[in-house]
């Protein structure tokens, strides 16, 4: 019965979420705009935050190597957090559960509570921005842009990009906090 509880409740909050998915998701009709969220979303596959954190200790030198260690840490927290989560809540995507809507890309795994790909991108650019300021202009966006490929390609609700953000924020700060320069 305590499995039925979460079910139930994502049934509720998806019915809430469905006007902001299918207008979201609209923009999947042109090719253009799907063909740039798709790539926008690849970049948060883990390939550039990989690149990203080798490159931190190469362009700023020995002060790169603790963002480094802690990009690296929480990562690895990152993934056993929204794994574990995922397992339990099983929360389908809206492309399985809402009419209308649209999958612009194949997703990596099942379900779709919280968005793993938001999760990292905050956490890497909360801590990355934390310690080199001048990558902002360019981080921050992209986790914009990579939280929203989420909702416009049908792979994520609203909540899941919210959930997804507040989990990597959190990973950070802990990641700060508790990996001191």
């Given at each position: 019965m305590a499995e039925a509880r979460p079910v139930a409740w994502f049934h509720r909050v998806d019915r809430a979420e469905q006007a902001i998915c299918t207008r979201a998701n609209r923009a999947c009709a042109s090719p253009r705009i799907r063909a740039f969220f798709v790539a926008v979303?690849?970049?948060g596959d883990g390939a550039f935050w990989y690149?990203?954190?080798l490159l931190l200790p190469v362009l700023f030198g020995g002060s790169g190597l603790i963002p480094a260690?802690?990009?690296t840490v929480a990562g690895i927290?990152?993934?056993a957090v929204y794994k574990t989560l995922k397992s339990r809540l099983v929360r389908e995507r809206p492309f399985i559960s809402l009419t209308g809507i649209v999958v612009g890309t194949p997703p990596l795994d099942r379900y779709s509570f919280p968005s793993g790909h938001t999760l990292h991108a905050v956490a890497f650019t909360?801590?990355?921005v934390a310690s080199f300021p001048v990558l902002g202009w360019v981080l921050v966006p992209l986790t914009?842009?990579?939280a929203a490929s989420r909702v416009v390609l049908g792979l994520h609700y609203p909540s899941d990009v919210a959930a997804g953000a507040l989990?990597?924020?959190s990973i950070a700060a802990a990641a700060l906090y508790l990996l001191p320069l």
């Open positions: 979303s690849r970049l690149l990203l954190t260690a802690r990009m927290v990152g993934v909360t801590i990355a914009v842009l990579i989990l990597g924020m």
